[in-house]
């Protein structure tokens, strides 16, 4: 183990920094310490390999939703891509081989989930409990674990248990299972249920897609990338260029505009206009509709109630036409129950089924409830998880906060910036290495954001997010997972692109603590400022 810089009191660690998960934000992380020479590091992960959810899922039609020119970690660009939206399996190919070619094999700990994290005040490291492992020391952590990690445990679909075929979900997909021939029932039509009817529907015997809301299905303009362009994307800089020029179109024609200019108006005006938008969308969808799906009456089913922006829409262009299929049936009618051999409806009709696909949802970063209590445990008994429950989602751009010193999120509450994942756990990853690495060259110890700039940048974010929150709360016509529990609109960071690229390497150095050994003398939890959506 290397030399540590921190004065002797504080005690030696196993690792000097401990990242959890190895999906793109963990893969980012270990990359960007090394590049700070800092190479005393573990990743922890629950699966067996590098990839995060497209190790997980690989159901059939599985493919990104973003153009895969976007969608790559910048230290690592891809001029190989077949498609332009690629499959989920060149995109964990393109995760596993840059994982690889950066020498992270060697510190990667598979099949080491971590149960809890919690902070040793006297010693000023984190402790990590390791299911059926021994527990794991570091003086930092960075816990990269993903934004849609678990599918919901509880399925609100009465009987289930009772039935005797198949039940699959999207995370845990049986490949050996063989559909050709089967009768399908898929239940929800967010982007795997899209997928997976769009993949299926040609080969099934029946297939009966469930639908409780409509989506909003937009073309997905896909091809082949011919080899000129292959070629073309090898030439040095051009790469980069088209990643800037995607970056600067989304700040300038959608960003920008809700987080700089509509925030300035009055609710009264954003209620007005914001609706009007809706309907000159709905207008054009109902176009869309009439030239792909040939029934009237599914036409009628498939279009929204909400607004385009109340729900990430669905980008597929293989869907609706799927719906034309005489054998492919779309039902809207509320499930009653699960019987032993298929789907009961409310109005009585029995629906036999070989297979239920289960594609109801995941846990997501932005519900309380995903947060188990008594599993992140921070300075003074501080518990994350009953602290989100008392006081709403909130934390230090997306990613830090106050009484959990030494540890920063990939994914967190008012944190997703942009329209690419992987650019988004990339800059995120870079303030976390950035302050672990100025606490290095301080000699500091312990290091945790303060109170001040907590409380200063919640405030910043409402007021910048006010129009999302009018819109996601007052216009959209939907309760969504936009929208949590707790009324909060905490998906997206009201940020620009640039704007949080920038933060990322330039932030205030003052708005952290930075102390040798003892935990920063932090207000304790009650005096951190309750802040309303």
């Not at 794991?136 to 248990?161: C, M, P």
């Not at 209620?271 to 009439?290: H, K």
């Not at 129009?467 to 905490?490: E, M, P």
Request: proline letters at 7%.
């Amino acid at each position: 183990m290397t030399e540590s810089p921190f004065a002797p009191r504080v005690r030696r660690p196993d690792y000097e920094v401990a990242i959890i998960g190895a999906g793109p934000g963990g893969i980012a992380a270990a990359h960007l310490l090394r590049q700070k020479g800092i190479h005393d590091f573990v990743i922890l992960e629950r699966g067996d390999d590098f990839g995060g959810t497209w190790r997980d899922n690989h159901y059939p039609g599985l493919a990104v939703d973003i153009p895969t020119l976007w969608y790559q970690l910048s230290f690592a660009p891809n001029p190989h891509w077949t498609r332009l939206f690629a499959p989920g399996p060149e995109i964990q190919r393109y995760l596993q081989d840059t994982a690889s070619d950066l020498g992270l094999y060697e510190r990667l700990r598979a099949n080491s989930e971590v149960v809890r994290q919690q902070w040793d005040d006297e010693a000023g490291i984190w402790r990590l409990e390791i299911r059926d492992r021994a527990p794991v020391t570091a003086r930092f952590v960075i816990s990269s674990v993903g934004g849609y990690v678990n599918a919901k445990q509880t399925v609100d679909l009465e009987g289930i248990e009772d039935f005797t075929g198949t039940i699959l979900r999207p995370n845990a997909w049986d490949d050996d299972y063989d559909t050709k021939g089967k009768r399908i029932a898929v239940i929800g039509t967010g982007s795997s249920g899209v997928q997976i009817t769009a993949a299926l529907s040609a080969e099934a015997a029946n297939l009966d897609v469930y639908q409780r809301t409509p989506a909003w299905v937009l073309p997905k303009i896909d091809f082949d990338i011919p080899p000129a362009m292959r070629r073309a994307l090898r030439i040095p800089g051009v790469l980069p260029v088209v990643n800037a020029a995607g970056r600067l179109a989304m700040d300038l024609f959608m960003v920008a505009p809700i987080v700089h200019v509509f925030s300035r108006l009055p609710d009264r005006w954003l209620r007005r206009l914001m609706p009007l938008y809706d309907g000159w969308s709905r207008l054009l969808y109902r176009l869309l509709l009439r030239s792909v799906v040939e029934d009237p009456a599914t036409r009628r089913k498939l279009v929204p109630r909400y607004g385009i922006l109340a729900k990430r829409p669905v980008i597929s262009s293989t869907f609706l036409p799927a719906l034309n299929n005489p054998h492919t049936n779309l039902i809207t009618t509320p499930i009653e129950r699960i019987t032993a051999t298929g789907v009961r409806t409310t109005d009585g009709a029995e629906h036999p089924a070989d297979l239920l696909v289960l594609a109801t949802g995941y846990e997501l970063w932005t519900d309380p409830e995903t947060y188990r209590p008594d599993t992140i445990l921070g300075a003074r008994g501080f518990d994350l998880a009953e602290y989100y429950r008392a006081h709403g989602l909130r934390n230090y751009a997306g990613t830090a906060h106050p009484r959990l010193p030494n540890r920063w999120e990939i994914v967190g509450p008012l944190g997703f910036v942009g329209f690419a994942w992987p650019d988004y756990v990339e800059t995120v990853a870079a303030h976390a290495v950035r302050i672990i690495d100025e606490a290095r060259r301080r000699g500091a110890g312990v290091v945790a954001v303060g109170t001040d700039a907590f409380n200063s940048w919640n405030d910043l974010m409402r007021r910048r997010g006010r129009v999302a929150h009018v819109y996601y709360t007052k216009c959209a016509g939907l309760s969504t997972y936009f929208v949590n529990s707790q009324t909060d609109t905490v998906y997206y960071r009201p940020q620009t692109i640039t704007g949080s690229r920038r933060f990322a390497h330039r932030s205030p150095l003052s708005d952290y603590q930075f102390s040798r050994t003892a935990a920063p003398s932090g207000r304790p939890a009650a005096h951190l400022k309750e802040i309303s959506a």
